[in-house]
């Protein structure tokens, strides 16, 4: 139990394009997701945390205009780069949980390329 | 604010050996603590969960303990393999609003046969 996809896993995009990338929850409901980032050689950090049917909350220095983030479901999330350009190239990890204090179970990761 | 911080940042050890990973964190008001591999350009493989209420946890060869006390959790590889390599990530939650995971920046682990 508590599986969670990503889709895509890799995708490659040219700089100015809009790119999505959905996190399901499987065989859960999640209240809360979270997605985070991976630059090379440093650690996963959080970009945001949305709960269904409301706004996400960003972390400082994330620009939410930029990640926009929908929770719109209980089993899905998706997280929108616009106008990606090559700095936005990363890898991209969402998890979910069961609510605000439960377990965060995490996807398998996406790795953006933007050219 | 919860800080991770993961010793050694590499090992490389000879196939065979039992080896020892450490993590240490700030903020002891937890609720678990994970324990993930990742390949190099992969995603995260989830290894151990060990709750707060509990010392240790056991999977085949791997073992992880925590002291929430002390700010601290190990996780033991017994009778390492080549396909141990990968980097070794831990995640701490911290209390306060909501759960934010805080990753160390992981051991870079390497099993040479």
């Known amino acids: 139990g508590a599986v969670v996809s990503q889709h895509p896993s890799r995708v490659i995009c040219k700089s100015g394009t809009s790119v999505k990338i959905e996190c399901r929850s499987l065989?859960?409901?999640?209240?809360?997701m979270f997605w985070y980032r991976q630059f090379p050689k440093q650690s996963l950090m959080l970009m945001a945390t949305?709960?269904?049917?409301?706004?996400?909350?960003?972390e400082q220095g994330v620009e939410k205009d930029k990640f926009l983030i929908n929770h719109a479901s209980l089993t899905l999330s998706t997280l929108t780069v616009t106008s990606a350009h090559p700095e936005d190239s990363s890898f991209y990890i969402c998890?979910?949980?069961?609510?605000?204090?439960?377990?965060?179970?995490f996807g398998p990761g996406t790795r953006l390329t933007v050219l | 604010k919860q800080e991770v911080t993961q010793i050694p940042a590499a090992l490389s050890v000879p196939e065979g050996e039992n080896l020892v990973l450490n993590c240490s964190f700030t903020?002891?008001?937890?609720?678990?603590l994970q324990w993930f591999r990742q390949d190099p350009g992969k995603g995260l493989t989830s290894l151990l969960l060990?709750?707060?209420?509990?010392r240790e946890q056991t999977s085949g060869r791997l073992n992880a303990s925590l002291d929430k006390s002390s700010g601290r959790s190990t996780l033991y590889i017994a009778a390492s393999q080549p396909g141990d390599s990968a980097t070794y990530l831990c995640?701490?939650?911290?209390?306060?609003?909501?759960?934010?995971?805080?990753f160390g920046i992981g051991t870079k682990l390497q099993v040479i046969p």
């Open positions: 949305s709960n269904e049917g409301s706004k996400a909350t960003y």
């Open positions: 065989d859960f409901q999640a209240t809360t």
């Open positions: 995640a701490v939650p911290s209390s306060g609003g909501y759960q934010k995971v805080t």
């Open positions: 998890s979910a949980s069961g609510s605000l204090t439960d377990t965060q179970y």
């Open positions: 060990i709750q707060s209420s509990q």
């Open positions: 903020d002891s008001a937890i609720y678990n």
